[in-house]
């Protein structure tokens, strides 16, 4: 991380970049926030380690309007999210100056607990230098161990790989953190019976207390204006929420976001209840795979977006029932 | 041979692979053939014979065993038919039944005539040996 | 989900026909007298293409028991290219309602061209057919109640 | 609130003796916005329009339903009936209880409930309609054809002689095309030049045509009636004002050895040529990849003889930027490469050939001087086969899957002049299906058969064979007699398959015209429209449409003439109101919408947008109403909801959902 934090001062010294966009140590060991830094003392908040799993590429659109260039830390899997936002125009290359960062895989503070350590204090073993196998955790119980990869978040278990798709330069290493089968959850509610599958969703989808923070974190849902919140659509808002909505509000979104959803899973790690709601994404990208061909949104921007492209001997509808 | 009809005209469509209906009836197959002369049944009456469903002809024919499977007409047949696949096809029909009468291995050497096509073995073997 | 006979059953449908081709083919249905069930309301669309899936979910949402989307065949779009697109999005749509538990007989894509009345005919009739055996649609209507 | 008038329609008895008209009447009264409510026995009747004009003025209605038959049969009638009474047009909606409803239904209940929820669906969507109106474009009054064969001629003579100015691009030195190829044409064996070179020079001498010869298309933008073309003047290193059409250059020049193109490679020309002898212009060109001068820098021979001092050497490629009204495409055929077909053995023998090979053959002008000869030998043959359906019918890929349409008649051509002026040569014409629709075709072919003895053999040939001694051994069978045929051949002709001119791709997309998967144009209906491309303004001409011989051209050409006459004879045109308009405040612009519009109608531009206080330049997308033809395809693309289609709004359709679903 000294290396990262040099670079930036360098960088922001010189001139060369306006503000950094960065993580800023939270209130808690775990949950540092994406930040701006404008100058040298607010670097002193400045932190990179496993819990810095937020997507910074959505807000580039915003540093896009700002004078002057904005330094991003991208992690890999977060450059397919601005590379998608170059495409459709959100984000100016210009302004961008890009430093890749090394990742090691992010922690999610829920599988911590999960495992019943709570009151934490500290942990150690996060920090992105060392290749840590386990987390030391001091608890107002004492001090407790956990296994990074027992701690890590789904979405590094099924990782698209550690190389970064758009960036000026690359500080810090990154290891391989795939072990699992991206679309292995997926395929388990595929081959649900429609009883259970409905069963499956009703019940994950009933915790939903509609805080939008899914909508409001990721990178692919950046319009101006969300359709839920504007009247044109007769799709009401949140105050007078009608049940339409309320019912339909993750499979529109979903569906919004299909082709051009990278698969962050910032979703899902932002998602209060805990909701799996990177699972219609997949489903998704599971299906266009499987149609349309191999398709990551994000990777080749000149490549043709599944939805706004054809061929003509392109799958029936039907085969929806007849794969069974 | 106690199938329905019916029954072995789809499995020499499954086994082929092959539409018969898409042939418009060229006769390029026939005229391709370089075992034309030997047939009683001619390649392009080969798939009338599967289109009408009249298999029990065709296994008794002479025409399944003088196929040379050079397969110039499935080269050539500008519909996809591929006559040369439904022979093939049938051929594999009356070798499937047991007991049927097709050719041992044995009787092989002494029906060898040095003027027969190597590609002949050649298929042969290709064939028989699953 | 059986639906008993005496409970009087008439399903909801919603068909979206594109203005060229398949509201064409239903009126042809209409003037060849190709009777199919009352239950089938049409909505006028343009091309498939104008299709928002955001349209069958509300219906589905509003109580629709089936929709059902008609469009020119592929390749005879009107617009040329329309309903390629509205096929992919069809195609992800029908996928991902299968993924989350609802029928799949539901829903249901049927290119008619402006001259098959009789195949527009024919679809509708089976096409409520299959609603009648699939019964009442509950689980749009209803997919975040309470558990 | 909407004032809602609606109207219910008897039909006589068509829809009131299934569908209870007063009941419909009765319901329509109780949904949100209706004030009036009545039923008549004919809607469509003057009188039934009277009543709902008078109903507009006196119950000051602002908008109207109504209950009749199908849209597509009298939406025209209503709106225009609106209209008189002062209500926009666009006001009006159909709801469809006859062929939707009471001819399909037989029970009066079933119907008539069927009915008040169509009634109530459109009632719904009046709710939310608003007044539009057609905007207006001006109309350039000229005209393009792209293709100077005699599709593209007879097209633009047309066009001309209604008094309109007329371009032709032809990519070739010389206005022709195929047909000044053909050495007689079908069914009347007349000279192919004697009827087509009046055409060519009455083009070229009419005061409204153009001819940009030696040209292409480069570009293309706007819409119909006010297009902007560039065309690239390929430089002809000749000067077409000096030059006086002499020929010195061409006989003088040193570099002979080019395949001439003109006579399918059959023979060479000069590097400075003309293509054939009637060429109009009669204006050589340099042929620079092989003109000595341009390749060494030594020689400048045509300048030294060249009494004109025509010769330009320096002269460059030109860009002349045109606007046109209406763009009529012409780009005609070519015969199929044959590399598939390597059991024709055309790349083995000279002496197999194709059809269009034979024309020149057959020729005055062409490569034997239109001696009948093989090409190899230069001997007369004895025994010639013709074979049919060379790449034509084919589901394997390696030709094409339709009928070419002329081949069965040009064969039948061949053959008979063949025997007309070789008795002694036996022709044997192999066939699958002869075709011969047409006025006197079929009699055509039969003369060939009856009264010039040429042999037709069912059945197709499976190989042709070069013989150690130049003879052809073509294997064929004969399906009528159950034989196989192996005979000796001096000459194997191809009846081989046609294709679009491979250029027309790239020129479909400059103009957005659809193009099917064979790469023939795409008309707008295959019945009622033929001659239009889905794309308003352009129209087709000749076999970039499809397969077509030269009366079947001519004829098209003529259609697309007066199509494109139609369009010029405007002085503005009305555009559909019914088009997709952006929210400039939710657009996003991230190009999705564009990437699906079929017609290039959306652009992206900056513009300054006052967002409830914020001031600042955004990049949007901007529809262009002129071309946007209102399908659709953007407003569903758009992730932001900005994108909307007029008439069909998203608010619009959700509520017919939501009534019929009540």
Redesign the interface.
């Known amino acids: 991380m000294q290396k990262l934090i040099d670079r930036i001062r360098e960088l922001l010294a010189d001139g060369t970049v306006a503000r950094v966009l960065g993580w800023r140590t939270g209130d808690l060991p775990y949950n540092p926030e994406p930040a701006y830094f404008e100058c040298e003392e607010e670097l002193q908040d400045f932190v990179y380690n496993g819990f810095c799993g937020a997507n910074l590429s959505k807000y580039m659109i915003e540093a896009s309007r700002l004078e002057g260039k904005t330094l991003v830390c991208l992690k890999p899997c977060d450059t397919y999210s601005f590379n998608q936002l170059l495409k459709e125009h959100r984000v100016d290359r210009e302004k961008a100056y890009i430093i890749g960062v090394g990742c090691k895989g992010k922690l999610d503070i829920e599988k911590i607990k999960k495992q019943g350590i709570k009151g934490i204090e500290s942990i150690s073993g996060a920090e992105i230098e060392e290749a840590a196998e386990s987390l030391t955790i001091q608890t107002i119980y004492g001090e407790k161990t956990c296994a990074y990869k027992d701690a890590m978040l789904e979405r590094c278990h099924v990782c698209k790989g550690k190389e970064h798709q758009i960036y000026d330069e690359l500080i810090g290493d990154s290891s391989d953190t795939t072990d699992a089968d991206r679309f292995a959850q997926?395929r388990r509610?595929?081959a649900?019976s429609?009883?259970?599958?409905?069963?499956?969703?009703?019940?994950e989808?009933?915790k939903?207390i509609r805080c939008n923070a899914c909508r409001n974190v990721c990178p692919a849902c950046s319009c101006r204006k969300c359709v839920f919140d504007s009247t044109k659509?007769d799709?009401s808002q949140k105050a007078n929420a009608d049940?339409?909505e309320?019912?339909?509000f993750h499979?529109?979104r979903?569906?919004h976001v299909?082709g051009r959803c990278t698969d962050c899973g910032e979703c899902s790690r932002v998602c209060p209840q805990g909701i799996p709601l990177h699972l219609?994404n997949r489903?998704?990208i599971k299906?266009?795979n499987e149609?349309?061909g191999e398709y990551q949104a994000g990777e080749d921007i000149t490549a043709d977006t599944?939805?706004?492209h054809?061929?003509?001997g392109?799958?029936?509808?039907?085969?929806?029932?007849e794969r069974g | 041979m106690n199938k329905p009809a019916k029954k072995q005209a789809e499995l020499i469509r499954e086994i082929s692979g092959v539409n018969p209906l898409k042939c418009m009836k060229c006769g390029k197959c026939s005229a391709t053939c370089p075992s034309y002369d030997e047939m009683d049944i001619k390649p392009h009456q080969f798939v009338s014979y599967v289109q009408n469903e009249n298999i029990e002809a065709l296994v008794q024919s002479k025409t399944l065993w003088k196929c040379l499977s050079c397969f110039a007409c499935v080269e050539r047949c500008p519909r996809d038919v591929r006559p040369g696949k439904l022979i093939d096809a049938a051929r594999q029909i009356v070798v499937r039944e047991r007991g049927a009468d097709y050719l041992s291995p044995d009787e092989i050497p002494e029906l060898l005539d040095p003027e027969l096509p190597q590609q002949l073995l050649v298929s042969a073997f290709r064939r028989y040996r699953r | 989900m059986s639906i008993e006979k005496n409970e009087e059953f008439r399903p909801?449908i919603?068909a979206f026909c594109c203005?060229w081709c398949s509201?064409?083919g239903?009126?042809l249905?209409?003037?060849s007298?190709?009777?199919?069930p009352?239950d089938v309301?049409?909505?006028?669309?343009?091309?498939s293409?104008?299709?928002?899936?955001?349209?069958i979910?509300?219906?589905f949402?509003?109580?629709?028991d089936g929709v059902i989307m008609c469009g020119c065949h592929?390749?005879d779009c009107?617009?040329?290219?329309?309903n390629?697109?509205a096929?992919?999005?069809?195609?992800?749509?029908?996928?991902?309602?299968?993924?989350?538990?609802?029928?799949?007989?539901r829903?249901?894509?049927e290119w008619v061209s402006a001259a098959e009345g009789v195949k527009f005919?024919a679809t509708m009739n089976e096409f409520v057919e299959k609603i009648y055996s699939l019964g009442k649609n509950v689980?749009?209507?209803?997919?975040?109640?309470?558990? | 609130m909407q004032r809602i008038g609606v109207f219910v329609c008897h039909c006589g008895s068509n829809i009131a003796a299934t569908v209870d008209v007063k009941k419909v009447v009765e319901m329509a009264l109780l949904e949100p916005g209706v004030v009036h409510a009545e039923d008549y026995q004919y809607m469509c009747s003057e009188a039934g329009q009277a009543k709902i004009a008078a109903a507009i003025r006196e119950k000051h209605l602002t908008g109207i339903v109504v209950c009749s038959c199908?849209?597509?049969m009298h939406e025209t009638t209503f709106r225009k009936a609106a209209e008189r009474a002062g209500l926009n047009p666009y006001m009006v909606e159909i709801a469809?209880i006859?062929?939707?409803?009471s001819?399909?239904?037989?029970?009066m209940e079933?119907?008539t409930?069927?009915a008040v929820?169509?009634a109530r669906?459109a009632i719904a969507k009046v709710n939310l309609n608003t007044p539009l109106k057609p905007g207006e474009s001006r109309v350039t009054k000229r005209a393009l054809v792209i293709g100077g064969g005699i599709a593209g001629i007879q097209t633009a003579l047309d066009i001309a002689d209604a008094g309109y100015e007329v371009d032709i691009v032809e990519k070739t030195p010389s206005i022709g095309g195929r047909m000044s190829q053909l050495d007689k044409t079908f069914p009347t064996l007349d000279c192919s030049a004697c009827i087509l070179t009046p055409k060519m020079v009455e083009a070229a001498a009419h005061e409204k045509i153009k001819i940009y010869t030696y040209s292409e298309v480069e570009k293309v933008s706007g819409f119909v009636g006010d297009f902007t073309v560039d065309i690239r003047k390929k430089a002809r290193s000749v000067d077409m004002d000096k030059c006086t059409g002499c020929g010195v250059c061409q006989e003088k020049c040193p570099s002979r050895k080019t395949p001439s193109e003109f006579n399918r490679g059959l023979n060479t020309r000069s590097a400075i040529y003309t293509p054939f002898a009637q060429a109009i212009p009669n204006v050589p060109v340099i042929d620079r990849e092989h003109c000595i001068k341009f390749q060494t820098g030594k020689c400048g021979v045509c300048a030294k003889v060249c009494q004109a001092g025509a010769i330009d050497y320096g002269q460059k490629d030109e860009i002349v930027t045109e606007k046109y009204g209406a763009i009529v495409v012409a780009t005609g055929f070519d015969t199929i490469k044959l590399d598939n077909y390597d059991e024709y053995a055309y790349s083995q023998s000279k002496d197999v050939i194709t059809s269009l090979e034979l024309e020149r053959i057959m020729n005055a002008a062409g490569p034997t001087k239109g001696h009948l000869e093989r090409l190899s030998d230069g001997k007369a043959p004895k025994e010639m086969v013709f074979i049919q359906c060379v790449g034509s019918r084919c589901s394997d890929n390696r030709g094409k899957s339709y009928c070419s349409k002329i081949c069965c008649m040009y064969t039948a051509k061949h053959a008979m002049l063949i025997r007309d002026k070789y008795p002694d040569v036996n022709v044997t014409v192999f066939y699958i299906d002869v075709r011969t629709p047409g006025k006197n075709f079929d009699e055509f072919y039969r003369r060939a058969v009856e009264q010039y003895g040429v042999n037709y053999i069912k059945g197709q040939v499976g190989k042709v064979a070069p013989q150690p001694d130049g003879r052809l051994l073509v294997q064929a069978s004969d399906l009528l007699d159950n034989r196989q045929i192996k005979m000796e051949a001096d000459m194997v002709v191809l009846a081989t398959a046609i294709e679009p001119n491979p250029d027309v791709r790239k020129i479909a997309t400059m103009l957005t015209a659809?193009i099917?998967t064979n790469n023939f144009l795409?008309e707008a209906h295959a019945k009622l429209r033929p001659v239009e491309s889905?794309t308003a303004g352009i129209f087709l001409s000749g076999v970039c449409q499809g397969p077509k011989d030269i009366p079947e051209t001519v004829e098209q050409a003529g259609a697309a003439a007066v199509k494109a006459i139609g369009l010029l004879a405007k002085d503005k045109l009305l555009t559909n109101p019914?088009t997709a308009q952006s929210d400039i405040l939710l657009c996003n612009g991230c190009s999705t919408c564009a990437n699906?519009c079929?017609y290039g109608a959306i652009t992206y531009e900056d513009k300054e947008v006052n967002d409830h206080g914020i001031r600042e330049t955004r990049r949007v997308a901007v529809v262009n109403s002129a071309l946007c033809?209102?399908?659709?395809?953007c407003?569903?693309?758009c992730p932001s909801g900005a994108m909307d289609?007029q008439g069909?709004s998203?608010r619009q359709?959700?509520a017919?959902?939501?009534a019929?679903?009540?």
């Open positions: 997926v509610i595929e649900m429609p009883q259970e599958k409905f069963a499956f969703f009703q019940n989808l009933s939903c659509f799709s049940s339409f309320e019912k339909m499979i529109i979903a569906f299909a219609f489903k998704f299906d266009i149609l349309y599944p939805l706004t054809f061929t003509f392109d799958a029936e509808p039907s085969i929806v029932g | 909801k919603v203005n509201y064409a239903a009126d249905a209409g003037s007298r190709l009777t199919y009352a309301k049409i909505i006028r669309v343009p091309c293409c104008r299709v928002n899936p955001m349209f979910l509300r219906a949402e509003k109580g629709a592929p390749g009107h617009y040329s290219t329309g390629y697109y096929r992919r999005r069809m195609t992800l749509l029908f996928s991902m309602l299968d993924f989350i538990g609802v029928e799949n007989g829903t249901r894509v005919s689980r749009l209507e209803d997919l975040r109640c309470r558990s | 199908s849209p597509r469809n006859r062929e939707h409803c001819w399909i239904h037989k029970d079933e119907a409930k069927k929820i169509l669906a659809s099917d795409t889905p019914c699906v079929p033809q209102g399908c659709g395809a407003t569903v693309a289609l069909f998203n359709i959700i017919e959902v939501d019929i679903c009540r």
